[in-house]
T-cell receptor, first 116, second 109 residues
Framework: DVKVTQSSRYLVKRTGEKVFLECVQDMDHENMFWYRQDPGLGLRLIYF???????EKGDIPEGYSVSREKKERFSLILESASTNQTSMYLC???????????????FGPGTRLTVL | KQEVTQIPAALSVPEGENLVLNCSFTDSAIYNLQWFRQDPGKGLTSLLL?????REQTSGRLNASLDKSSGRSTLYIAASQPGDSATYLCAVVADKLIFGTGTRLQVFP
C-alpha cells in the first residue's frame, strides 16, 4: 500500500512565524502535490513537483514556497504565516512523472494549521 | 476556466438504499475523472478513476460513469451502508486536478 505521511496532524503558529509542513511518501512516486482545503472552496492546488528540485505553481502559490531535495520528501513553507493561511493542508503523490497529474493521487492524512 | 460542481451538497439516506451522486464540469477537454472519499478530519482515498475514453468503472458496490460530451459523471452506490458515510469528491484532470466541493453523505441504520 502507498503510504503518504505528514509531519503533524495539528499545528498552531503565530502570525509572522516561518512554518514548515513536511510530507513523505514511501512508494517511489515521481509527482508530489500540496493542496489546501477550506469549507465552501474545496481543495485548491498550491504547488506541485514532478521531479526532484522541480516545482510548478498551482492555483494559489502566493505566500507559499516549496522544496523537494529528495524524491520522497516534499516540503511546504509558509515564509511569514498569516491568519488567512489557517486551513487544512493535504499532501499527495502519484506514480508517473507527469506535469498534468493524470495518474491516481494518494493523499496523506492532512495537517490542520491554525495561525493566531 | 474549468469548474466542477457537485449536487447535492449533502444527502441523508437509510441503510440499504441505492443512491447516485452527481458531478458536472464545464469543459469537456479532460484526461480523466476521479472520485475520492474523505472521512471527517482525514485525507482523501481514491475510489475510481475513469479515463476520458471510458464510459464507466466499477469497484465492488461502486460504479462511476462518465459522459464527457455533456460534462457529467455519476457515482452509483449500491446497497448503502453506515460505513459509506463520508464526503465524496469528484475531480477532473485537464492540465491539473480540479476538485468539486463534495457531497456529504450520511447513511443511517
Amino acid at each position: 500500500d502507498v503510504k503518504v505521511t505528514q509531519s503533524s496532524r495539528y499545528l498552531v503558529k503565530r502570525t509572522g512565524e516561518k512554518v514548515f509542513l513536511e510530507c513523505v511518501q514511501d512508494m517511489d512516486h515521481e509527482n508530489m502535490f500540496w493542496y489546501r482545503q477550506d469549507p465552501g472552496l474545496g481543495l485548491r492546488l498550491i504547488y506541485f513537483s514532478y521531479d526532484v528540485k522541480m516545482k510548478e505553481k498551482g492555483d494559489i502559490p502566493e505566500g507559499y514556497s516549496v522544496s523537494r531535495e529528495k524524491k520522497e520528501r516534499f516540503s511546504l513553507i509558509l515564509e511569514s504565516a498569516s491568519t488567512n493561511q489557517t486551513s487544512m493542508y493535504l499532501c499527495a503523490s502519484s506514480l508517473i512523472r507527469d506535469s498534468r497529474a493524470t495518474d491516481t493521487q494518494y493523499f496523506g492524512p492532512g495537517t490542520r494549521l491554525t495561525v493566531l | 476556466k474549468q469548474e466542477v460542481t457537485q449536487i447535492p451538497a449533502a444527502l441523508s439516506v437509510p441503510e440499504g438504499e441505492n443512491l447516485v451522486l452527481n458531478c458536472s464540469f464545464t469543459d469537456s477537454a479532460i484526461y480523466n475523472l476521479q472520485w475520492f472519499r474523505q472521512d471527517p478530519g482525514k485525507g482523501l482515498t481514491s475510489l475510481l478513476l475513469i479515463q476520458s475514453s471510458q464510459r464507466e468503472q466499477t469497484s465492488g458496490r461502486l460504479n462511476a460513469s462518465l459522459d464527457k460530451s455533456s460534462g457529467r459523471s455519476t457515482l452509483y452506490i449500491a446497497a448503502s451502508q453506515p460505513g459509506d458515510s463520508a464526503t465524496y469528491l469528484c475531480a477532473v484532470v485537464a492540465d491539473k486536478l480540479i476538485f468539486g466541493t463534495g457531497t456529504r453523505l450520511q447513511v443511517f441504520p
